[in-house]
């Protein structure tokens, strides 16, 4: 299975903080903004919201003097176990923002072994997650998180994955022709968010913004209940601008 090699904008941001905290892991007694922007090239501007980031998510935190040390957050990782079981907490720790942050219940996607798996969600009393009435496995074409992982596999990828999960319909909404779904996940622009309009689940709108890290397909979702559909895509808006954080920690 090939991915199909279209990096997003987070991507984009991702390999820039992972060089700014490369940077900063060098000097232990810190270093400024200045030294970082020459050390990397990144333009001072573009830094500056870097580093909020990265300092608001704790991997930098800055001293008395106005240098950037590593943050509590890297220093927590450690290695082997207790740096997955780490990395795991500081993943549910953002979504659990990220849930706050747009009202709704979100979950991150892997494509692993020819299979799809929500590996971590966020859900609340007020932001309930889906329904998972049909095993996700099995409606990569009906549901935001399938389609949105189908669409960074190329074309034997796709057609390896429905050959063992066959289309079928779920809900009037559903797409059931291969020729109709394949054309639109080609037309997908990369930095839309892949919407599912009551395509899985009667009562239930959702959508996923790519996460591609490494040689692994993965996307960040959402689900409303339909009353709450008007909010969709400004949520989805908001869940595509606030992806960097969470494939940084996948990248780490």
């Not at 040390?69 to 780490?86: D, I, P």
């Amino acid at each position: 299975m090939a991915l199909k090699p279209e990096p997003t904008a987070p991507f984009h941001s991702v390999q820039y903080a992972l060089r700014v905290l490369e940077t900063v892991s060098k000097h232990g007694n810190g270093v400024t903004d200045t030294q970082i922007a020459r050390e990397t090239g990144l333009p001072v501007g573009h830094l500056a919201s870097l580093l909020l980031t990265l300092r608001r998510e704790g991997y930098v935190e800055q001293i008395t003097d106005g240098a950037y040390v590593t943050g509590s957050s890297l220093l927590l990782l450690g290695s082997g176990a207790a740096r997955r079981q780490a990395l795991e907490a500081k993943l549910q720790q953002t979504l659990v923002q990220l849930r706050d942050s747009v009202g709704a219940a979100v979950y991150i996607s892997r494509y692993v072994d020819g299979e799809i798996r929500v590996t971590q969600y966020a859900d609340g009393p007020r932001t309930p997650a889906v329904n998972e009435w049909v095993d996700f496995r099995s409606a990569a074409h009906a549901s935001a998180i399938g389609k949105c992982l189908l669409t960074q596999l190329d074309q034997n990828g796709r057609r390896d994955h429905l050959s063992r999960h066959k289309i079928a319909r779920l809900t009037s909404r559903t797409i059931t022709s291969e020729r109709v779904l394949f054309s639109k996940l080609d037309s997908q622009p990369a930095t839309v968010p892949v919407l599912d309009l009551q395509e899985y689940a009667v009562g239930t709108v959702c959508a996923a913004v790519p996460l591609t890290a490494g040689a692994s397909a993965g996307c960040l979702a959402l689900s409303l209940p339909v009353e709450d559909a008007h909010r969709l895509r400004a949520a989805a808006d908001a869940l595509n601008r606030r992806a960097a954080p969470v494939l940084l920690s996948l990248a780490l």
